[in-house]
């Protein structure tokens, strides 16, 4: 990035009249309020996503925590329906069993959301703690380098206002190369704090795009599960297995008061063993 | 429910001859075994429910409980992204802010969800609660019923083995009128486990139905806000922002520079004050 101010820096001869070396020094002067400012707005900037990104962090790590929680509460409804479904008549039984089955598939999706929203949400913006950890190092240098170079021009001043004469054009050399490298650490700075910024842009639009993207992919798993899970719960046919409630517990008098006598409705009995089995545990 | 033992015994006629009624106590003898059976198996089919849809109901509940925690996250999310956007350039504000909206949209969706879960399939689960105690007490009854007929019946069967003659008449009137009674009891008990049996079909139908259609409401409404939202994320243009953070902090250098002159370019920086207003707080 070319400031105006850098670039007349970069432009001055070797040996500049000394007007022009003192018109250099009172720009320098007030550039080092600039990168002060700089330096200050760079390490807010830094404390700033330093602070909402562990935020967000936390936040999104216990939505996700929350969403595992219910997919356990799903998991023992799975487990509740079958554990009912095995007590009840042939067509509840199979209806129960089925959305139960599509039910549990929900809950590997559910699993799956879980798994991809750590790995593309939460795990980024927890990476953010160490690359604000390299942010803070490269801005300490940088300020470390701003203070040696601030010391050095002062320092500089003071032995040109002392030695008037010979020293003068040492310490006019000097003074430039100080210039040079006080150049050279404000443009780094501007780069670390423009890299900084695109970086944390993109990774937001990253890290949103993902969630929003991993959470529609489950949504719309939800709602193919659920248009087939509905067709088994409305599939029941709740006559018949009224039929074969009364024709179980006819049968069931019949059999008692068929004691007595022989055994000669045998095979007529056979075509219930089937429901009569799963009724039995009904019982 | 018309069995061929119910059938018979209607069609006794008041006085029968010795022979008929003889048999028709020796029936009712084994149909008081049945009747036992069937209300066993009632009372086992009653106990059965009350387990399972206590189970289920508390199951549902948790899994609306769970719901109601992955709102809390996301609310708590809605706020920090409000929070963190409020501290960002332009673009990326705007972008994270209509996010937040969006979300918490959906998040209006979720309470809803869980209102219309706790009322469609939590409280018809526990209302069975009260459904089950009505079919105990009637279980109970008809079970005093069938006790005092079987007392009845025992008696007047000594009664006419000692008075074979005069009172033989009466005996068997009596008879009749607890055969009767017992006919009478057997087909109520048949049809309160008919009735409860189709209610507590139909009810799991409906509640499972319930379930599934509340689910889907939220999962499609999910799927059309995220679409939304995704794309105020990728409507963030990052350059722009890019260029903008650059433009303030050049700015504030020159800024800094001009204090010492006259402040000739007014007029230039109102171009920034609306952006730079936001960088402000990125500070």
Do not use: W
Not at 39 to 53: G, I, P, Y
Not at 154 to 161: A, G
Not at 222 to 228: G, R, S, W
Not at 230 to 259: A, G, M, T, V
């Amino acid at each position: 990035m070319e400031t105006e101010r850098t670039r007349s820096a970069a432009l001055l001869p070797c040996f500049p009249p000394a007007a022009a070396a003192i018109a250099t020094m009172m720009l320098l002067g007030r550039g080092l309020d600039a990168r002060d400012n700089q330096t200050r707005q760079m390490q807010d900037a830094v404390s700033n996503v330093e602070k909402h990104f562990g935020e967000l962090c936390q936040i999104f790590a216990g939505y996700v925590r929350k969403t595992a929680r219910l997919r356990d509460k799903a998991d023992l409804l799975v487990n509740e329906i079958y554990a009912y479904a095995a007590t009840e008549t042939p067509n509840l039984k199979v209806g129960l069993k089925n959305f139960a089955d599509e039910f549990s598939r929900l809950q590997d999706y559910r699993q799956a959301e879980v798994d991809r929203l750590e790995a593309k949400v939460v795990e980024p913006l927890k990476s953010y703690g160490t690359i604000v950890k390299l942010k803070r190092d490269d801005l300490r240098a940088t300020l470390t380098a701003k203070n040696r170079e601030a010391k050095q021009l002062s320092q500089l001043e003071k032995t040109r206002q002392r030695n008037p004469s010979d020293l003068h054009i040492i310490a006019e050399c000097e003074l430039q190369r100080a210039t040079l490298d006080a150049t050279r650490t404000t443009r780094h700075l501007e780069e670390t704090i423009d890299n900084f910024e695109k970086q944390k842009i993109r990774d937001i639009k990253n890290i949103f795009s993902e969630f929003i993207t991993i959470e529609m992919l489950f949504h719309g798993k939800a709602l193919e599960i659920y248009t087939a899970a509905y067709q088994n719960i409305q599939n029941i046919d709740e006559n018949e297995d009224l039929e074969i409630s009364r024709r179980i517990l006819r049968k069931d008098e019949e059999e008692e008061e068929e004691d007595d006598e022989d055994d000669e409705e045998e095979d007529d009995e056979d075509e219930f063993d089937a429901t009569k089995e799963a009724f039995i545990r009904f019982r």
